[in-house]
């Protein structure tokens, strides 16, 4: 069986280039000749597909490549539905353009925003080669089937290749697109749910240009950018004579910046004909600072402290909290803090771009997870008009939302209008961790109360958060919708803020990779004070909904369900090993995590393996699956390790020695698995890391007895071996 | 400013270099050959690596004129084609997720395979504990290596028939 598409706001564009070939794009804007033949200059496909007369199959990949998989996702689901052989279909990076619509990696969007377009794109194109085709032979269409790029035609065994089609096919009218019949399950997929290598992968292996700092321009010099190490500080004054003089040094100067936190940050420029060169000039640069922020970690925690002994502002609030704990049977209380963490993408950040001074256009070379917002801030910024701003896209060494944040497009724009000649813009480790977006610290007070049966009867949760004013600062929300709201016929959350001058920002699943751990620890807590098993107390906590259920409950036992099956919770284990439980649903996914630990009571644990169930709908490509599925763990368990302090304004962190990343000695076994349907597919670049790291947590703990209630895991004297 | 010669990738190359000039710059910004990446300059990630003498060295750290008269290998030299056993192997796990990170992962293991034809996994973990990756691949590095191990020596059998 096929099922129609749920959402049908696209139309379909057919184009047929001189060269033969036959072009099926797909729009979310209807044009004058809506399902004609448009003409190619004002045409503004959402996407597209081309098939050249030799057969060679294009398919444009329209958003950012970070690592997620995207650009070979992508294009597998066209393909999927076009019916053509994998291995001759090209893959294209597409520039950053507004006939593209969204062009962004965050928020695991990607995959749900683009289902529908991909699958129409290439349904239509196959549609339009069967009409072909069967006008040719003089048959009827619905005798004609599509098979791995040929039309063949079963009763009289005729057959051809799509590129000898295309010519014809351009003739033929576009179909509506509710006549479109799409594959949704994943019985019906043929390439999808298979295990599809990277399209970039030879570049990578061969060491060929594909990442924002491997661009190179004729005459391009390179740039360092000196900022206060103090969060907002600006620039009184500089050597910039001195520096002027040094060897290989072209341009130093001062670039101006503003006030906001999350806009172009004042400093000092060194452009020079390398970027050792610029770099070492740094080291003699002089900068007299105007700097005033007294943000620190002591200063955060003492008012934390104070605020604790406070009511908070109730976010939300149902039943009556109070009498529900007077009727539990057991009332606990316990609190949870996690600090602030870097991003630590392993390409530091950068980008290239040149300033055309006589058309006064701005072009970028730019590893971004949002290109679209640092036009935006270009041109808000530097006051040049958007659309003189153009911007490549080019593949990221990793993104986790520090790229969503376009301030070092603003900068090589700012530094790139200054001087003649291309610019590369280079961070060091250093800048980068001293100036990221940095996932929010919190504290969590739980108050939670249990029946014998381990029924979660009543809860009271103060979070302490940051925020300017009303509200908390990127990043630092909790809504009051959340887990285990909805799952309790007494609840009630509080907040504080904390004002803060440190950027913060999204973070790999923003939020629920940081408060997920804190909930699923304290219900391990709830679970043994009445000795109830943690399997038993979440799906009798799942088991129904309290008003509007905060996630689908079905799915998410299903998951979790599947995730202990896999891991045969509940066999014995022996002495000094544990197996820990967390869920979790966040962007579309649902995800169960099952860690299996080894250690003791000093401290020093080894995680064994970590058995890994999502449920994302149908799965498009398995190897990328598999590899976000994987990622997640390590992320988890790495940012485990993780902290970034503040003092005097200005982050302590530097580098890998003082902000750990995990190591391959230090990394589990993982295995994955999945429910798969035909509910509309999520990503997977983050839904399984939130409930990755209270697994783990809670594993250690059954493990060893020792329960982490603060992060970073040294914390508590755990060292991950 | 110092005129030096490099062998890279067996070829010979003439270069201006400021005197402590990384190898890493001169390889990139010199020489445009941007498979070797930055990503500390410390020593600390191993995203550097390339091969001098056939052993794994950091290149952000190891000035370029101390290079002269060694056979440097970068990712570049490998196999144009990704013919290499080491390369077959990532190829065939699919180990990248961002792949910044993979480079200095394949010259570690090539070096790695060079010494040791079948290592084991604590083999595999000391000899990459030194390369950071982000993204967590951890788990496909392992196989590949294992892989090309197994590649290498099919190559080695098959070439002696
Ligand atoms: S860049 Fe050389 S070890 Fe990190
Ligand atoms: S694949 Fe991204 S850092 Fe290793």
Redesign the pocket.
């Known amino acids: 069986m096929i099922a129609k598409a749920s959402s049908r706001r696209s139309f379909i564009k057919v184009a047929a280039l001189a060269s033969g070939a036959l072009i099926v794009g797909v729009s979310r804007t209807p044009s004058a000749k809506a399902n004609g033949k448009a003409k190619i200059e004002v045409w503004e496909p959402n996407l597209y597909v081309r098939i050249d007369p030799n057969g060679v199959t294009t398919i444009v990949s329209k958003n950012p490549e970070a690592g997620q998989g995207v650009k070979t996702a992508f294009p597998m689901v066209v393909a999927e539905c076009l019916n053509v052989d994998w291995e001759t279909v090209k893959v294209e990076q597409a520039p950053l353009d507004e006939r593209y619509g969204r062009q962004a990696a965050g928020g695991s969007r990607g995959t749900p925003d683009g289902w529908d377009d991909l699958r129409i794109a290439g349904a239509a194109a196959c549609f339009m080669l069967k009409s072909a085709a069967a006008k040719k032979w003089g048959v009827s269409k619905s005798e004609c089937a599509a098979e791995n790029g040929f039309i063949v035609h079963k009763a009289s065994g005729k057959k051809l290749a799509y590129g000898d089609l295309v010519g014809l096919a351009a003739k033929e009218k576009p179909p509506e697109v509710d006549a479109l019949e799409l594959k949704s399950r994943p019985e019906e997929f043929k390439l999808l749910g298979k295990f599809v290598r990277g399209v970039d992968n030879k570049k990578i292996f061969t060491g060929q240009p594909l990442y924002g700092c491997d661009t190179r321009l004729d005459g391009m010099l390179y740039a360092v950018f000196q900022k206060c190490s103090v969060f907002g500080g600006r620039v009184r004054k500089a050597n910039l004579k001195e520096i002027e003089r040094l060897p290989g040094v072209r341009y130093a100067f001062v670039v101006e910046g503003g006030t906001s936190l999350r806009g172009l940050q004042g400093g000092v420029a060194i452009v020079a004909e390398t970027w050792w060169e610029a770099e070492s000039a740094r080291k003699k640069l002089r900068v007299d600072w105007d700097a005033d922020n007294a943000n620190s970690t002591t200063s955060f925690e003492e008012q934390a402290a104070r605020l604790a002994k406070q009511e908070g502002k109730t976010v939300r609030e149902y039943g009556n909290v109070a009498k529900g704990f007077d009727k539990a049977h057991k009332v606990l209380e316990a609190s949870y803090y996690y600090p602030f963490v870097s991003h630590a993408n392993m390409e530091p950040q950068n980008c290239t771009a040149h300033f055309d001074r006589s058309s006064g256009k701005m072009t970028l070379w730019a590893p971004s997870q949002n290109p679209g917002s640092g036009r935006n801030l270009i041109s808000r910024t530097l006051g040049i008009p958007q659309e003189k701003i153009h911007v490549n896209l080019t593949r990221m060494g990793g993104g986790f939302g520090r790229r969503l944040t376009p301030d070092f497009m603003v900068e090589v724009a700012a530094i790139a209008k200054e001087v003649k000649e291309p610019v590369q813009l280079q961070w060091t ?1 250093e800048d980068d961790m001293k100036h990221d977006f940095y996932r929010p610290a919190a504290w969590h007070h739980f108050k939670g109360g249990v029946d014998k049966s381990g029924r979660l009867v009543a809860w009271d949760h103060h979070f302490i958060t940051f925020g300017n004013g009303k509200k908390p600062v990127a990043g630092a929300n909790l809504s009051g919708k959340h887990y285990p709201s909805g799952l309790t016929p007494n609840f009630r959350l509080r907040q504080s803020m904390i004002p803060c001058q440190v950027p913060t920002g999204p973070w790999r699943s923003p939020g629920h990779s940081a408060y997920c751990w804190a909930f699923q620890s304290f219900f391990d807590e709830l679970a043994e004070s009445v000795s109830v098993d943690p399997l038993q107390f979440r799906l009798q906590l799942l088991e129904k909904a309290h008003g509007t259920a905060p996630l689908d409950l079905h799915r998410t036992r299903e998951t979790l369900k599947l995730a202990a099956k896999t891991a045969n919770w509940g066999r014995s284990l022996g002495e000094g090993r544990g197996l820990g439980m967390a869920f979790h649903f966040d962007h579309g996914g649902f995800t169960a995590h099952i860690a299996e630990v080894s250690g003791d009571s000093s401290g020093k644990v080894k995680v064994e393996k970590v058995y890994s169930a999502a449920d994302v709908g149908p799965i498009i490509n398995m190897s990328g699956a598999d590899n976000q599925v994987e990622g997640c763990v390590i992320d988890a368990l790495s940012t485990a390790h993780g902290e970034v302090t503040v003092n005097g304004g200005a982050v302590d962190q530097n580098n ?1 020695d003082d902000y750990q990343l995990l190591r391959i000695g230090q990394a589990p076994d993982i295995e994955t698995v999945y429910l798969q349907s035909d509910n509309r597919p999520a990503g997977l670049g983050e839904p399984p890391i939130a409930a990755a790291t209270p697994a783990i947590t809670n594993a250690i703990y059954a493990a060893t007895g020792i329960r982490i209630r603060e992060l970073p895991l040294s914390k508590a004297g755990v060292t991950i071996g | 400013m110092s005129q030096i010669t490099l062998t890279i990738n067996g070829e010979s190359h003439t270069l201006d270099v400021p005197p402590d000039m990384p190898l ?1 710059w001169a390889l990139r910004d010199k020489l445009n050959l941007t498979g070797t ?13 390339v091969l001098m003498n056939g052993n794994a060295m ?4 190891f000035p370029a004129s101390g290079a002269v008269g060694m056979e440097i290998t970068t990712i570049e030299g490998l196999d144009s084609e990704a013919q290499h056993p080491v390369q077959r192997a990532w190829q065939e796990v699919d180990v990248p997720q961002c792949g910044y990170c993979q480079g ?1 992962q394949i010259m570690t293991t090539v070096s790695l395979l060079s010494r040791v034809e079948n290592p084991d996994d604590e083999q595999i973990d000391a000899a990459l504990n ?1 390369n ?1 990756c982000r993204c967590g691949t951890y788990k496909r590095i392992r196989k590949a290596v294992k892989l090309a191990a197994e590649y290498t020596s099919a190559d080695k059998k098959g070439g002696s028939q």
């Open positions: 480790r890998f | 890493l990446k930055y990503s500390c300059g410390k020593g600390l990630c191993g995203t550097c690596t950091r290149s952000c750290t200095g030194g950071l």
